[in-house]
């Protein structure tokens, strides 16, 4: 038995955040702050705690499935991940991402793909990887109904391609190319493109060149939003971190300090004590000495009142 929040935000309708909305975000000015999320749980206190956009991020293959790379992660494990986390949002837009090569091989592949996210994932949008070399894709994926976000600089679906997990749009011709690329994006019907790793400057030019919401991961304060992981910004992930990953809590501490004392007093027998244990029977009851459940008993159906 597990504990079930609910589904949803509760109290007062909710004012579902939209594509418009985000994209009025350019002109108002008010910045765009995107959360990652892998299940209900997570979705729900994200929502809770006012993120505008939820991304479930193929990043899901490290932060979900202990992989080192995003390359493995498949669609139907997208969909899935979507999905939960659908459920446990109120108010924030839902992004999910197109993992590796559910998109890249045809602009078909990469409609039925979106299709897929939208209908079995419940999502609201889509996000890929890539500038010029997807704009087709983008394009005929938009024509089909289904907001897309784009995401260049670095592209982690492109990690052998790039030589590792590196800075992108150095020099002349690397801010050329960032550059080009979000053109490239806008002009395929992309309604907001995702910045990660670039130098500061770059992603300034790129949103000032642009009439759509840049939303930035390690490219700087200029964006018109940012986005984390949800471990990373939490403190719940071990090992190294990169440069642009602000812990604003320490809750893989907390986490391992509460399952020490968990561990501690289950073996010290101070847990469970009375205020987690069922009424006992009546104090004047005396337990029977009784013969062994007949068949019938044990097919019984249990009636169990589990809350209280
Ligand atoms: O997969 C992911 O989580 C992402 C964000 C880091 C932008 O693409």
């Known amino acids: 038995m597990y504990s079930s929040n609910g589904g949803g935000s509760s109290g007062s309708p909710i004012k579902k955040v939209t594509v418009p909305d985000l994209r009025a975000r350019k002109v108002s000015g008010e910045k765009i702050a995107m959360v990652t999320a892998y299940d209900f749980t997570m979705a729900r206190l994200v ?25 493995p992660v498949t669609l139907d494990e997208m969909a899935y991940h979507c999905r939960a986390v659908a459920r446990g949002l109120g108010r924030a837009h839902l992004v999910g991402d197109l993992p590796f090569m559910s998109y890249q091989v045809s602009p ?3 409609v039925e793909s979106a299709g897929k996210l939208m209908k079995e994932g419940a999502c609201e949008s889509i996000k890929l990887e890539g500038g010029q070399e997807v704009a087709e894709h983008v394009h005929r994926i938009v024509r089909a109904g289904v907001p897309v976000i784009g995401h260049i600089g670095l592209t982690p679906q492109s990690v052998h391609a790039l030589g590792g ?29 995702v910045l990660e790793a670039i130098p500061p400057d770059l992603a300034a030019q790129v949103t000032s060149l642009l009439s759509i919401p840049t939303i930035g991961i390690g490219a700087g304060a200029s964006c018109d939003g940012q986005v984390l992981v949800c471990t990373d910004l939490l403190g719940l992930a ?21 399952i020490s004392t968990y561990v501690t007093e289950v073996r010290a027998g101070t847990f469970p004590s009375a ?3 069922y009424k006992p029977n009546a104090a004047s009851a005396t337990l029977r ?19 209280h």
């Not at 009784?290 to 589990?306: G, S, V, Y």
């Open 47 to 71: 929502d809770e705690a006012g993120a505008d956009m939820v991304l479930v991020g193929d990043s899901l293959g490290m932060v979900v499935q202990g992989l080192t790379t995003t390359i």
């Open 108 to 110: 078909q592949q990469a």
């Open 165 to 193: 997990f590196k800075v992108q749009g150095r020099g002349a011709d690397g801010a050329d190319k960032v550059l080009a690329d979000a053109v490239a994006l806008e002009q395929a019907g992309a309604f907001a493109i």
């Open 238 to 258: 071990r090992g190294h971190q990169p440069k642009f990953a602000k812990r604003f809590a320490n809750l893989g501490d907390a986490a391992v300090d509460a």
């Open 275 to 277: 205020s987690h244990t």
């Open 289 to 307: 000495a009784r013969e062994p459940l007949t068949a019938d008993e044990l097919d019984a159906p249990l009636a169990l009142d589990l809350w």
